[in-house]
């Protein structure tokens, strides 16, 4: 069982994370998810813009892994296997998802400032074609999946409500039909049910009564007067 400190930062960093999300949503420049050849000239056109929302996607991932990674081990009895086998898939996925994601938006970035914008171009086709990513890019979706049997294992251990799972299956169609979209409000709607799984998520972290302190209410009620 993870000590309140753990539990509290998890928790604030579940928060941080549809914070950083937030943020990143509004700060990405139109046509980030276009063609690579429209992604390069947005990157060298904005630069700031793209260099902002990319660190605040890399930090939004990887602090939602950190809260996904803590809550799995809140789970002992009801709901051990579903909680501890989705939520390390998930949270990996999301830490891979931050670092992958972070670097090739980083290489991006110094592409679109380089000369003969028409072989960069090649060089991100043949990047995200490459099949050294493929590895990476299975947990990726692999996590999106497992992110459901963490979150009827949190139900199943009576943590939160029949919302959480629903609104998971729901986030992650939301996610997978907003992803190539560089409409703001369309991946603001999308995002909306994760972000509510996440908030949630923080909720159970920082509602979850340390046990040496219960333990000690229990003596205090128990000792004679």
Same mark, same amino acid.
């Given at each position: 069982?993870?000590?309140?400190?753990?539990?509290? @930062?998890?928790?604030?960093?579940? +928060?941080?994370? #549809?914070?950083?999300r +937030?943020v990143?949503?509004?700060?990405?420049?139109?046509?980030?998810d276009?063609?690579?050849?429209?992604?390069?000239?947005?990157?060298?056109a904005?630069? $700031?813009?793209?260099?902002?929302? $990319?660190?605040a996607?890399?930090?939004?991932?990887?602090?939602?892994?950190?809260?996904? +990674?803590? !809550?799995?081990w809140?789970?002992?009895?009801?709901?051990?296997w579903?909680?501890?086998?989705?939520?390390w898939e998930y949270? #990996?996925?999301?830490l891979?998802l931050?670092?992958?994601?972070?670097?090739m938006?980083?290489v991006?970035?110094?592409l679109?400032?380089?000369?003969?914008?028409?072989?960069? /171009?090649? #060089?991100?086709?043949d990047l995200h074609? !490459?099949?050294s990513?493929?590895?990476f890019?299975m947990?990726v979706?692999?996590g999106?999946l497992?992110? @459901?049997?963490?979150a009827? =294992?949190l139900?199943?251990?009576?943590?939160? =409500?029949?919302?959480?799972?629903?609104a $998971? @299956? @729901?986030?992650? /169609?939301?996610?997978?039909a907003?992803?190539?979209?560089? !409409?703001?409000?369309?991946?603001?709607?999308?995002?909306?049910? +994760?972000?509510?799984t996440?908030?949630?998520?923080?909720?159970?972290?920082?509602?979850?009564p340390?046990?040496?302190?219960?333990?000690?209410s229990a003596?205090?009620?128990?000792?004679?007067?």
């Amino acid at each position: 069982m993870p000590t309140v400190t753990t539990r509290r @930062v998890a928790g604030g960093a579940a +928060l941080a994370a #549809v914070v950083l999300r +937030l943020v990143s949503i509004v700060t990405w420049p139109p046509d980030s998810d276009a063609s690579h050849a429209r992604m390069l000239a947005t990157a060298g056109a904005h630069p $700031t813009a793209w260099n902002l929302a $990319t660190w605040a996607e890399v930090l939004c991932w990887t602090t939602a892994s950190f809260a996904v +990674l803590t !809550a799995l081990w809140l789970v002992g009895g009801r709901g051990f296997w579903l909680t501890r086998i989705g939520g390390w898939e998930y949270g #990996v996925s999301l830490l891979v998802l931050g670092i992958m994601g972070g670097a090739m938006n980083a290489v991006t970035g110094v592409l679109a400032h380089q000369p003969s914008p028409r072989a960069m /171009v090649t #060089v991100i086709d043949d990047l995200h074609s !490459a099949g050294s990513l493929a590895p990476f890019v299975m947990i990726v979706l692999l996590g999106e999946l497992f992110a @459901v049997p963490f979150a009827f =294992g949190l139900r199943r251990a009576g943590l939160v =409500g029949l919302w959480f799972p629903t609104a $998971t @299956v @729901v986030a992650i /169609v939301g996610y997978v039909a907003t992803s190539d979209s560089s !409409a703001h409000l369309v991946v603001l709607a999308g995002f909306v049910p +994760l972000a509510a799984t996440w908030l949630g998520l923080a909720r159970v972290l920082t509602d979850v009564p340390d046990p040496a302190r219960a333990t000690h209410s229990a003596d205090r009620a128990i000792a004679p007067a």
